[in-house]
């Protein structure tokens, strides 16, 4: 993993952050092109991180997995309207593209597979009761079943993006504001203060290098505080 994250960063980065959707908001039947032209305005996948709800309004470089979603060439319903993302052949253009149009200028890897994600017992049963027992979304929810959730469409990816300014530098001033000092076995465990101190900067330096000229959702702001 930490090979894979060093391919995702450059200018001084070191760190990626995650994010999913599991399951993959997709109908029964439904084409990769319909599903994520429904997504123009935000992409349908969420941050991982519990710090606080971001969207991925911007990257540098992201590796994007999807599974679970069918393989075979898409077909329009008659009546449905036809997106740009229709006219390409495969789902890995299709997702590619999607990409390029979501965040231009990233560097961007993608990887569809058929295969979906096995929740069956021991995966706990969390989901909705919209979902199918395939993990597809419903019109209703369906009856109570014993069977549960057997398997979802799943992505996920890893970007190297400005929404990590505003958590390593949140990092960093969380890490500021606790004494310490008072937590003797902290520094029993051999952890000098100097290098305490000196880890922070550091900190605050990486966090420095995921700034954009046009700000990061207003992080720099918050960055500049410390």
């Known amino acids: ?9 450059f200018s001084g980065r070191k760190v990626v952050a995650a994010w999913a959707a599991l399951p993959f908001p997709a109908f029964s039947g439904s084409s990769l ?21 971001q969207k991925a309004s911007c990257c540098f470089a992201q590796s994007v997995v999807l599974r679970g979603i069918s393989i075979e060439k898409p077909t329009s319903c008659p009546g449905q309207p ?18 390029h149009t979501q965040f231009p200028g990233a560097f961007s890897t993608s990887h569809v597979l058929q295969q979906p994600c096995d929740t069956r017992p021991p995966f706990p049963q969390f989901f909705s009761p919209l979902l199918s027992s395939r993990g597809f979304l419903l019109d209703k929810a369906q ?30 001033r969380e890490l500021r504001a606790r004494k310490v000092r008072s937590c003797s076995s902290f520094f029993t465990a051999g952890v000098e203060q100097d290098d305490f101190q000196e880890a922070l900067e550091e900190l605050k330096t ?3 290098c995921y700034e954009t000229g046009f700000g ?9 505080s410390d």
């Open 33 to 53: 092109p319909g599903i994520l032209s429904a997504h123009q305005q935000d992409v349908p996948w969420k941050l991982l991180s519990s710090w606080r709800e």
């Open 143 to 172: 009856g109570s079943s014993s069977a549960g959730v057997e398997s979802i469409p799943v992505l996920a990816a890893l970007q190297s993006s400005p929404v990590l300014l505003w958590l390593l530098s949140g990092l960093c």
């Open 82 to 99: 036809r997106s740009p993302l229709h006219g390409w052949e495969s789902p890995e253009q299709v997702l590619q593209q999607y990409l």
């Open 216 to 224: 990061a959702d207003g992080s720099e702001d918050e960055a500049d």
């Open 206 to 208: 990486l966090s420095q």
């Open 1 to 9: 993993m930490m090979h894979f994250a060093d391919s995702l960063t």
